[in-house]
């Protein structure tokens, strides 16, 4: 399956930026932008505004990854929203 890498500008801060990220995360940031009841500008600069190090891009990508994964924060990131919208897992053994 081939990913679509597709670039839009949003406005973080009253500054119009662009990203670049595959479709499926563009969903992704969509739907817990509804789930939060946020924009999907406030989203994505509430992430740039806590993201550590590298680029805006890659910060989104962590985020949404973190935000499936479950509670476990990403790797080297801050950014990993609290999961107490779902279900807990169980705790392997």
Same mark, same amino acid.
């Given at each position: 399956?081939?990913? +679509?890498?597709?670039?839009?500008?949003?406005?973080?801060?009253?500054?119009?930026?662009? +990203?670049?990220?595959?479709?499926?995360?563009?969903? &992704?940031?969509?739907?817990?932008?509804?789930?939060?009841? !946020? *924009? !999907?500008?406030?989203?994505?600069?509430?992430?740039?505004?806590?993201?550590?190090?590298?680029?805006?891009?890659? $910060? !989104?990508? !962590?985020? +949404?990854?973190?935000?499936?994964?479950? @509670?476990? @924060?990403?790797? &080297?990131?801050?950014?990993? /929203? /609290?999961? *107490?919208?779902?279900?807990?897992? /169980?705790? $392997?053994?």
């Amino acid at each position: 399956m081939k990913s +679509v890498v597709a670039k839009r500008s949003i406005v973080i801060d009253k500054h119009k930026t662009s +990203v670049s990220l595959e479709d499926q995360f563009w969903s &992704g940031l969509k739907s817990i932008a509804s789930e939060k009841q !946020l *924009t !999907l500008s406030e989203l994505i600069s509430g992430i740039d505004h806590e993201r550590q190090h590298g680029n805006l891009s890659s $910060a !989104l990508r !962590l985020y +949404v990854l973190g935000w499936y994964r479950g @509670p476990e @924060p990403a790797a &080297g990131q801050g950014l990993a /929203p /609290p999961n *107490t919208h779902r279900a807990s897992q /169980p705790k $392997a053994a």
